[in-house]
């Protein structure tokens, strides 16, 4: 960076105001600008808007009204983009795969190819009805007369109303709110020795793959960032057939055994007599059932960390949870767990930031998953294995067919195998999104199960519910959901059936087809390993848990011992929060009664929180022999300790400006934050044209009052003495920069913009009068350059846990 302002200023592109702007898919300036040459978002944004102006006003109302306009409907009014970019889904519709296809081609409905037809482009077609018919009038109903009743022989308005009627499918029964995307997963390197299973048979080989995200609790319309689970499903189509591996973004579960899972979801779904709340574990039922299932301790550590509120999707791991099979050629088997890993780092909210960012931006994770691909900004996550056998995992202190338990990454480490980019968004939401049905039973040869009870009823569970939520048994015709090898079986017809088998011969064994399709035998097709089922005749059938199962607390313990101060203050301060919203005093108890077998540190704390002067004796374990564990504390189970790359790329950063604000600092701040890949975004009291001290016309991006503070990562105040008073005036400035500080972000004041945080009471140094690591306040302005290379390091940090404090202190 050249040490001047007047050198970094010189440089300014022009079009970063409309580069920012793009890049964004909630609020744009009042006029956006001309587009640098290359930049698509800019270029989208900008025919976008030519191509919604050449359509002023629906001229065609004039003439829908009388008899003789009723006999001679107009054409339909059009208009013609500039290009393909204003009217596709995404900018990243040309990276293709084997599953997607390519590019859908102009005005082409190509229903014979194997993803692309099933992509529709109207631009220059008529409308016409589902049996294309083109239709004239798409303003009436057919009617009597001009004021008569309407006429049950209407086809056209009949059909329309009747395909409305049937849009919505039933959402998910869990996991109802999620985000999908395209991508690929690539091997480093063969990993044949302990699996043969299609994904990892070569270095460098490329397998496609769809990602949904999820939360848990919510209904498909609720907000992002609640407190819950996230699901991570990911669904490889091999070229020997579909593999899904639906995890979650922590390593275990509520609960132990299948047979619980309705009555957990039946707990934290919103009540049933008054179907609330939405999308929240706080409340009665939920803490009543899992009080009662003390096998929940240690998830519910997990969820009440700042685990539970993700900064995105992209800054999550994601995990098999249970333990699986690898089977190598020889059909040799190892015990594996499957774990996801950022590149990004792990980075979360705080419980304040989600509570507000909710209400500000309910499809928050959705859009920051959505503008980082169109970005080219493209997530990529590693594949790590922890790999032991049997024997091994006998001497265990816990058992691995227990989702409560995790394997420290002490006692087996993880090895990274391949990476997962997520590289082009889906074209249509539904059709991929919300059809996709992933299923813990699509494995293929090399991947099996262990006798796991959760996963048992999982096998069973996903294809089930499918059936129901997806209308038949036929949604793997679906073109998200088709795998890329070959499907030939004799399964045939069913609701909504798309293949049209030729022949005669549905069965086999049969000559009249040569045998045709005939099975593949152990050398191709998928074989169970043996040792699976281990019962035999002399083992009584029964419902019944293994010993190991007993022990609801040791790995509670561990998570929580292995978390720094403030995670463990965060993981307190969620028990508070959602045990004070418990309304029976004797749940809380119960609660509190749980936490002492696991610590009597947090317990305590909880209990104050709540106002409970008297702990209740502990819970009565179920464990007969106390368990010596391997390990008692994990460092990598705490979120601090995977910080990613270190860089800024896409975080957004709002420099708040108003009429006089120093236009050669945002100008500087701006490009600087451009290219260390950074979304700087101008917010001012609202949005439209502002001028700088040096005369210069700045465009705001978004407003105080529609992007607030807390939906952003950092924020610059640039100095200006009458835009520091015109901020200083307007009260959203306060609220924006008080939640700024109080989610321990960055903050870089420049000259007299520093007054502000006083006004609104921002303290300038920690508690203890140390410097505020998150606080840049360059004194003078030749300290500048060298202060946004401060803050663009201190922006890298996240944020700034030294500041933290419970409660606030603005
Ligand atoms: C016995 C226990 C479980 C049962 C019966 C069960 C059942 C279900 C069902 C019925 C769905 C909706 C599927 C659909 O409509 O397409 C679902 C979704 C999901 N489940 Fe489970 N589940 C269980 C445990 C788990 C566990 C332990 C995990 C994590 C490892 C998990 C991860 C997911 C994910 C990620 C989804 C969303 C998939 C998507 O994005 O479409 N589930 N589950």
């Given at each position: 960076m050249p040490n001047s302002k007047a050198a970094l200023s010189s440089r300014t592109d022009p079009a970063h105001s409309t580069r920012a702007a793009a890049r964004n898919t909630d609020s744009v300036p009042a006029s956006p600008g001309t587009p640098a040459p290359g930049d698509l978002s800019a270029k989208r944004t900008a025919q976008t808007q030519d191509l919604v102006a050449a359509?002023?006003?629906?001229?065609?109302k004039l003439l829908e009204y009388g008899r003789e306009n009723g006999l001679a409907p107009p054409l339909g009014l059009t208009a013609e983009p500039a290009s393909r970019l204003p009217t596709g889904?995404?900018?990243?519709?040309?990276?293709?795969?084997d599953k997607v296809g390519t590019v859908a081609s102009q005005?082409?409905?190509?229903?014979?190819?194997?993803?692309?037809?099933?992509r529709v482009d109207a631009a220059g077609q008529v409308l016409t009805t589902n049996q294309g018919v083109a239709i004239a009038d798409n303003q009436h109903s057919l009617k009597a007369g001009v004021r008569g009743p309407a006429l049950l022989e209407d086809f056209i308005l009949r059909e329309k109303i009747t395909h409305f009627d049937h849009e919505r499918i039933p959402e998910?029964?869990?996991?109802a709110r999620g985000s999908g995307a395209h991508g690929f997963f690539e091997c480093y390197e063969a990993q044949t020795a302990i699996t043969k299973a299609a994904p990892f048979k070569q270095c460098d080989k490329l397998t496609p793959v769809f990602v949904r995200f999820s939360t848990v609790?919510?209904?498909?319309?609720?907000?992002?960032?609640?407190r819950d689970v996230r699901g991570f499903a990911v669904k490889f189509y091999t070229d020997e057939g579909n593999w899904d591996l639906?995890?979650?973004?922590?390593?275990?579960?509520?609960?132990?055994?299948?047979?619980k899972f309705p009555d957990l979801v039946h707990a934290v779904?919103?009540?049933?007599?008054?179907?609330?709340?939405?999308?929240?574990?706080?409340?009665d039922t939920f803490w009543d059932f899992v009080s009662l299932m003390p096998e929940s301790t240690h998830m519910l550590m997990w969820a009440m960390s700042d685990r539970g509120i993700p900064r995105s999707y992209r800054m999550m791991q994601g995990f098999g949870v249970h333990t699986f099979r690898l089977v190598n050629d020889a059909g040799d088997s190892v015990f594996v767990k499957f774990h996801w890993q950022p590149k990004l780092g792990t980075h979360s909210m705080v419980w304040d930031e989600a509570v507000k960012v909710s209400g500000a931006d309910p499809d928050f994770h959705r859009r920051d998953l959505w503008e980082a691909i169109e970005a080219g900004e493209y997530p990529e996550w590693e594949l790590g294995l922890q790999v032991f056998t049997e024997a091994q995992a006998e001497g265990f202190?816990?058992?691995?067919?227990?989702?409560?338990?995790l394997v420290p990454e002490e006692l087996v480490p993880v090895k990274i195998v391949g990476r997962m980019v997520l590289n082009r968004n889906p074209d249509n939401f539904f059709a991929e999104t919300e059809q996709v049905a992933f299923c813990t039973a699509h494995v293929v040869p090399g991947i099996d199960f262990t006798n796991d009870p959760l996963l048992a009823g999982r096998i069973h569970s996903y294809v089930d519910t499918q059936i129901s939520r997806l209308g038949g048994?036929?949604?793997?015709?679906l073109p998200i959901n088709a795998s890329v090898a070959q499907v030939h079986n004799n399964q045939r017809d069913g609701m909504h059936r798309q293949a049209i088998h030729r022949g005669r011969v549905a069965y086999?064994?049969?000559?009249?087809?040569?045998?045709?399709?005939f099975q593949a035998g152990a050398a191709q097709g998928f074989v169970s390993v043996?040792?699976?089922?281990?019962?035999?005749?002399?083992?009584d059938k029964v419902r019944a848990k293994p010993?190991?199962?007993?022990?609801?607390?040791s790995q509670a313990k561990l998570f929580f011992e292995s978390q720094t101060d403030v995670e463990r203050a965060h993981i307190a301060a969620a028990f508070r929060f959602e045990l004070s919203k418990v309304t029976v005093p004797a749940i809380r108890q119960r609660v509190i009664a749980m936490l002492r077998n696991a610590s009597e540190v947090l317990a305590g704390e909880v209990a104050v929180g709540i106002g409970m002067k008297t702990l209740p004796p502990p819970l009565p374990s179920a464990l007969q022999i106390p368990v010596i564990p391997?390990?008692?504390?994990?460092?990598?189970?705490?979120?601090?300790?995977r910080p990613g790359d270190g860089g800024i790329r896409t975080r957004k950063v709002a420099i708040l400006i108003a009429d006089g604000v120093d236009d050669a600092t945002v100008l500087l701040v701006r490009s600087a934050l451009l290219a260390a890949g950074a979304v700087p975004r101008l917010v001012a009291p609202n949005i439209g044209e502002f001028v700088g001290t040096s005369g210069a016309i700045l465009q705001a991006d978004a407003s105080l009052e529609n992007e607030?503070?807390?939906?952003?990562d950092a924020v610059v105040l640039p100095g200006g003495e009458a835009a520091v008073q015109a901020l200083a005036a307007d009260g959203h400035t306060g609220e924006f920069l008080r939640d700024q500080y109080r989610h321990c972000k960055t903050i870089m004041t420049v000259g007299s913009s520093i007054e502000l945080l006083g006004l609104f009471d921002?303290?300038?140094?920690?508690?203890?009068g140390g410097a505020d690591p998150g606080l840049i306040t360059p004194a003078?302005?030749?300290d500048l350059v060298e202060a946004v290379s401060a803050f663009m390091a201190a922006l890298a940090k996240?944020?700034?846990?030294?500041?933290?404090r419970d409660p606030p202190p603005v």
């Open positions: 359509m002023p006003a629906n001229t065609n889904s995404t900018l990243s519709e040309s990276n293709s795969n005005g082409v409905n190509a229903t014979i190819e194997p993803m692309d037809r099933v998910r029964i869990v996991h609790a919510g209904e498909r319309g609720s907000k992002d960032t609640a639906v995890g979650n973004n922590m390593p275990v579960f509520f609960i132990q055994d299948a047979m779904k919103p009540e049933p007599h008054n179907q609330m709340p939405q999308a929240a574990s706080a409340h202190s816990f058992d691995v067919l227990d989702a409560t338990k048994p036929n949604f793997h015709e086999e064994p049969n000559s009249l087809a040569g045998g045709c399709p043996a040792r699976r089922v281990d019962a035999q005749e002399s083992v010993e190991k199962f007993a022990d609801h607390y391997e390990v008692e504390r994990s460092k990598m189970l705490s979120l601090l300790a607030p503070g807390f939906l952003f921002i303290p300038g140094a920690l508690p203890d003078a302005e030749e996240h944020r700034h846990p030294a500041r933290d």
